[in-house]
């Protein structure tokens, strides 16, 4: 399979796993997203060779190879313009997250990658760690009963300054389709699609200079049930903390309740039924493998096209609700209950 690049900003290097784990998968050109990335960045790829070919234009790129997959990571509003060209073209795309900014940019991947049934799949990477594996077996299989609470946390490291793209709307979604979008999607990866509405404040007090980019947010998602799960964001990590990201997830049903911290590496539940246990953790495989073997025929998608532009619904309208101070309906989408 010959894979193509687009971009080296964000989790560029997301391929480089199935590059071992999938025979015959071959880097073969590289080109940047747009006029602040040099092909220089590419240097050490993982997978490059002397064959690899560099392109200062992508559009050159899929014009001039024979590609049967592509990755792109560009600035946040380049992806859905790449992700729009490869789709016109029928090539399956591997993206960033978000996918788009805006609900009619969402709209118009969705139709075009319906239109070609190329595949289109979001870099939703926490779906392979194996302790959200581990809390989605149980809940799945009813150990904790009927969820009825959730609190999802993701705390980073600011690190001494970001690109300036952070700093506008223009260029940046927001705090909570850049990094609230991997909680929603484990909620969503784990509970299901049951959420139907979402309000959420943020602020950018810690780097007013940044007023694109909250340092800190939390959402409240009202569930079909009567349940309620609530996520926090920041980038108030402190910089000599042991690891960059702080990850945790508890949830808490009628018959018991599941937490993981994955800076631990370990999941916890406790039900009616008996003294708290530490699950035992199953070897899991990180999303871009699962796409080209997906690709392959060999299993399915990690995401149905449907999936992936619900939770990057919810993404964008929870950063509406932030921004108005309003609450948002989740139940009206052409992407609700289709996975």
């Given at each position: 399979?010959?894979?193509?690049?687009?971009?080296?900003?964000?989790?560029?290097?997301?391929?480089?796993?199935?590059?071992?784990?999938?025979?015959?998968?071959?880097?073969?050109?590289?080109a940047t997203a747009g006029p602040e990335e040099t092909t220089?960045?590419?240097?050490?790829?993982?997978?490059?060779?002397?064959?690899?070919?560099?392109?200062?234009?992508?559009?050159?790129?899929?014009?001039?190879?024979?590609?049967?997959?592509?990755?792109?990571?560009?600035?946040?509003?380049?992806?859905?313009?790449?992700?729009?060209?490869?789709?016109?073209?029928?090539?399956?795309?591997?993206?960033?997250?978000?996918?788009?900014?805006?609900?009619?940019?969402?709209?118009?991947?969705?139709?075009?990658?319906?239109?070609?049934?190329?595949?289109?799949?979001?870099?939703?990477?926490?779906?392979?760690?194996?302790?959200?594996?581990?809390?989605?077996?149980?809940?799945?299989?009813?150990?904790?009963?009927?969820?009825?609470?959730?609190?999802?946390?993701?705390?980073?490291?600011?690190?001494?300054?970001?690109?300036?793209?952070?700093?506008?709307?223009?260029?940046?979604?927001?705090?909570?389709?850049?990094?609230?979008?991997?909680?929603?999607?484990?909620?969503?990866?784990?509970?299901?699609?049951?959420?139907?509405?979402?309000?959420?404040?943020?602020?950018?007090?810690?780097?007013?200079?940044?007023?694109?980019?909250?340092?800190?947010?939390?959402?409240?998602?009202?569930?079909?049930?009567?349940?309620?799960?609530?996520?926090?964001?920041?980038?108030?990590?402190?910089?000599?903390?042991?690891?960059?990201?702080?990850?945790?997830?508890?949830?808490?049903?009628?018959?018991?309740?599941?937490?993981?911290?994955?800076?631990?590496?370990?999941?916890?539940?406790?039900?009616?039924?008996?003294?708290?246990?530490?699950?035992?953790?199953?070897?899991?495989?990180?999303?871009?493998?699962?796409?080209?073997?997906?690709?392959?025929?060999?299993?399915?998608?990690?995401?149905?096209?449907?999936?992936?532009?619900?939770?990057?619904?919810?993404?964008?309208?929870?950063?509406?609700?932030?921004?108005?101070?309003?609450?948002?309906?989740?139940?009206?989408?052409?992407?609700?209950n289709r996975v």
């Open positions: 399979m010959r894979l193509g690049l687009i971009g080296s900003t964000g989790h560029w290097q997301t391929y480089a796993p199935a590059l071992k784990l999938v025979p015959g998968l071959t880097l073969v050109a590289v220089g960045a590419f240097d050490h790829a993982p997978g490059q060779t002397m064959d690899t070919r560099r392109y200062d234009d992508a559009r050159k790129m899929l014009d001039a190879e024979r590609l049967d997959v592509v990755q792109v990571c560009g600035r946040c509003d380049q992806i859905p313009v790449w992700v729009g060209i490869c789709l016109e073209r029928g090539l399956p795309v591997m993206a960033e997250k978000p996918l788009a900014m805006d609900l009619p940019a969402l709209e118009g991947l969705f139709q075009a990658a319906t239109k070609t049934k190329a595949a289109l799949v979001p870099m939703h990477t926490m779906r392979g760690v194996a302790e959200l594996a581990a809390v989605r077996q149980a809940v799945r299989g009813g150990d904790i009963g009927d969820p009825l609470m959730s609190f999802s946390q993701k705390t980073y490291k600011w690190g001494k300054s970001r690109p300036d793209f952070y700093r506008s709307r223009k260029t940046f979604p927001g705090l909570a389709p850049w990094v609230g979008i991997h909680a929603f999607d484990w909620l969503h990866w784990i509970l299901g699609d049951v959420f139907t509405e979402v309000m959420g404040r943020e602020g950018t007090t810690a780097r007013p200079e940044y007023p694109a980019c909250g340092s800190q947010a939390a959402f409240v998602l009202t569930m079909g049930n009567g349940g309620v799960a609530s996520v926090a964001l920041d980038y108030l990590r402190p910089a000599h903390a042991p690891s960059h990201a702080d990850e945790r997830l508890r949830i808490a049903g009628t018959r018991g309740v599941i937490e993981t911290a994955l800076v631990e590496r370990k999941v916890t539940l406790s039900t009616t039924d008996g003294p708290a246990r530490i699950l035992d953790l199953q070897k899991t495989e990180d999303i871009f493998t699962q796409f080209v073997r997906s690709l392959r025929g060999e299993s399915p998608l990690p995401l149905t096209l449907h999936e992936a532009c619900r939770i990057t619904e919810i993404a964008i309208k929870a950063q509406q609700a932030a921004d108005t101070g309003h609450v948002v309906s989740l139940r009206d989408s052409p992407y609700r």
